[in-house]
């Protein structure tokens, strides 16, 4: 049987979380909503997934390579709303006392981490399962790598990518060049749109044939595609998933990344400060147990 790695995209994660889950806070009136979510799906994937590795990869804090090459990228972004920042340094703990290894790397993103990560396990014929709602992470699927979707139960591997874009894995960096990435403000091709995207690339069989082909295309889509045409070497730069980061200092090989003990004594009082009554009943056996503080207002969610 093949190991397993199991990659969750934290930063991914942290907002779906954050913007899924209501307005909960404990005893202290401290928000709470997306470090439960996120705990919440962590413990999902554990149960889901049998994993002989994992981590947890999160973007690091400051500007990526990509910021370097398009000072647009993601300028339209607002800042990360208060309450989600307060929640990230309890994020970070909780995660680490579940017992999964965290990585961040500064100058690349999540996604970065993931690709390369990724690729080594395939070198080592390790398949790969990526949580993920990210969609230009299906650029990563083969025969190697899965990805799954713990909020829509969704699993893309080489033919699901397929059905749900209209192109293989290897040519999702074509069809987003084509489409553009509105949340990370990467422009695509003006009023081309995935139907239109993934014909042009099932036609010609790559955005390069496209290219060349792209004088016999008429109307408004084809001048549209011309006039696009220039910054296609720069789009394809910023949507490209890096497989190759340098993680020296960080993990020399997969087996780095096998999950430790899970720290009940940082569990307990995580769970105790931010009014997780069943994780905390659960975790130390007592049923009677409720967190610190007004127990009116411990507010948890079904686990």
Partial sequence: MKKTLLLVDGSSYLYRAFHAMPDLRNAQGE??????????MLRKLVSDHKAEYAACIFDARGKTFRDDLYPEYKSHRPPMPEDLAAQIDPIHRAVRALGWPVL?????????????????????????????????LAQLVNSHVTLVNTMSGEVLDEAGVVNKFGVPPERIVDYLMLVGDTVDNVPGVTKVGPKTAAKWITEFGSIDKLIEGADGIKGVAGNNLREAIPNFPLTRQLLTVKCDCDLT?????????TPRPRDDAALTELYERYGFRTWLRDLTG??????????????????
């Fill in 31 to 40: 928000p709470t909503g997306a470090l439960y979510g996120v705990v919440n």
């Fill in 104 to 136: 961040a790397i500064e100058g690349v993103e999540a996604d970065d981490v993931i690709g390369t990560l990724a690729h080594r396990a395939a070198q080592h014929d390790v398949h790969t399962i990526v949580s993920t709602g990210d969609k230009d």
């Fill in 249 to 257: 200092g960080h993990i020399d090989s997969v087996d780095d990344l």
């Fill in 286 to 303: 007592d049923v009677e147990r409720v967190p610190a503080g007004d127990a009116r207002v411990a507010h948890e969610a079904p686990a």
